[in-house]
């Protein structure tokens, strides 16, 4: 019973980060209708950029979010006005190609300027933690938590009660109305694609906090954006967060799977991108729209 406990605080501590992970990819597919494979690498930014901020002025990384969601905010909503704008309406064939395209682009500078070396932050709280109930509890993981459930509701909130989040919104239900309405759609999808790559910042420098750092570390990331984007709904704040917490619990409880098939031994912790990849065909199968699916109102 103490492990299972265990295993459930270890998948929601980690789906707290999947859930930052994936809230900017969903935004981005289910509003501009783009499959940003860049988002990975846009993570990777955020987490570089922590970690030079840590080393060269010992900047807490937490103190770094905000540094980390700006500096990729306005990356990402350039990025848009002067390459993606043009092929917005394209088939989503071109727009996957040209943000494949972009990916490369972006790991391959920061091999150039970080090199491909494991990298690491360590703070005077990386590896401290706490034991409740029998359930250890790292205390980075947990603020990491708050901190993404403290951004999803500011998410939701700045979505539905401001003037660009309501455009944003009415954009996502029917691109005409909103234009006839008044809204500036191109300016609405910079804006949707520069916050996207500002909460992937955001993600990254949550990551780089337990994770080593590597210009592809983002890959993985990008898999398991995509299968919480499918399993909580695209284009749903609550559904990320939903998504990302089920996933985490599932992906913690599946690690622990210990079996052998004829001579072969097979561990659970080697099996995470299958998982993946098993959780996305089930949630396809039984429920396509997602546990909350697309958000309409």
């Given at each position: ?111 150039i300027v970080w090199t491909g070396d494991r990298r690491g932050i360590t703070t005077v709280y990386t590896g401290v933690s706490f034991t409740a109930l029998g359930v250890t509890v790292p205390w980075v993981k947990l603020w ?154």
């Amino acid at each position: 019973m103490q492990l299972l406990a265990q295993d459930l605080v270890n998948g929601i501590l980690a789906g707290g980060i999947l859930a930052v992970v994936a809230l900017g990819f969903s935004l981005v597919w289910g509003i501009m209708n783009i499959i940003n494979l860049a988002h990975g690498a846009f993570i990777m930014l955020g987490a570089y950029l922590t970690y030079q901020l840590f080393q060269s002025f010992h900047v807490d990384p937490f103190l770094s979010l905000p540094i980390s969601f700006v500096a990729l905010f306005v990356l990402g909503y350039l990025i848009q006005r002067s390459l993606i704008n043009w092929v917005a309406r394209a088939p989503i064939l071109t727009t996957f190609l040209l943000t494949f395209g972009l990916s490369l682009l972006l790991v391959n500078i920061a091999e150039i300027v970080w090199t491909g070396d494991r990298r690491g932050i360590t703070t005077v709280y990386t590896g401290v933690s706490f034991t409740a109930l029998g359930v250890t509890v790292p205390w980075v993981k947990l603020w990491t938590l708050l901190v993404a459930l403290a951004i999803t509701a500011a998410m939701q909130i700045w979505l539905t009660r401001t003037k660009t989040g309501r455009a944003i919104r009415a954009t996502s239900m029917d691109i005409g109305a909103a234009q006839l309405s008044g809204v500036r759609t191109p300016q609405i999808y910079a804006i949707v694609y520069g916050l996207s790559a500002g909460l992937a910042g955001v993600a990254g420098t949550l990551i780089a906090l337990s994770y080593a750092l590597t210009p592809t570390m983002g890959d993985p990331f990008l898999i398991k954006a995509f299968v919480v984007c499918v399993l909580g709904g695209l284009g749903s704040v609550e559904g990320a967060l939903i998504g990302g917490l089920v996933y985490g619990i599932v992906e913690a409880f599946a690690t622990q799977l210990d079996f052998t098939i004829g001579t072969q031994h097979i561990s659970g912790s080697g099996l995470q991108d299958a998982i993946a990849l098993i959780v996305l065909l089930i949630v396809l199968i039984v429920r396509p729209t997602g546990i909350v699916g697309k958000a309409t109102a």
